[in-house]
Nanobody
Framework: QFELVESGGGLVQPGGSLRLTCAAS????????IGWFRQAPGKEREGVGC????????SYVESVKVRFSISRDNAKNLVYLQMNSLKPEDTAVYYC?????????????WGQGTQVTVSA
């Protein structure tokens, strides 16, 4: 079973920044659209943004536009979520998802998540 691993979470003050990393072992991420999701306590998981296989034109949910940025380094098999100007409402467990839709089937993998806490 392929696994994604998120890292980079932690405790940060409001207005601070964090960079999350999504890595994969034995899975070539360059074939996959990568999405970042988050789930706050008591709330449903929501999409934060996603990036295509070549890294062009990432898209974001309105609440994080301008503040968050997704990028990927296919040579290193890594995807990043740069989060700036963090707010308490950004507190959540953040997950990366790898998705590949082909004629032969659909492939979908999740990581275990990394906790981001924004608090003074």
């Amino acid at each position: 079973q392929f696994e994604l691993v998120e890292s980079g979470g932690g405790l940060v003050q409001p207005g601070g920044s964090l960079r999350l990393t999504c890595a994969a072992s034995e899975l070539k991420l360059d074939r996959y659209v990568i999405g970042w999701f988050r789930q706050a306590p008591g709330k449903e998981r929501e999409g934060v943004g996603c990036i295509g296989t070549t890294g062009g034109s990432p898209s974001y949910v309105e609440s994080v536009k301008v503040r968050f940025s997704i990028s990927r380094d296919n040579a290193k098999n890594l995807v990043y979520l740069q989060m700036n100007s963090l707010k308490p409402e950004d507190t959540a467990v953040y997950y990366c998802n790898a998705h590949w839709l082909t004629i032969g089937g659909e492939y979908d993998y999740w990581g275990q998540g990394t906790q981001v806490t924004v608090s003074a």
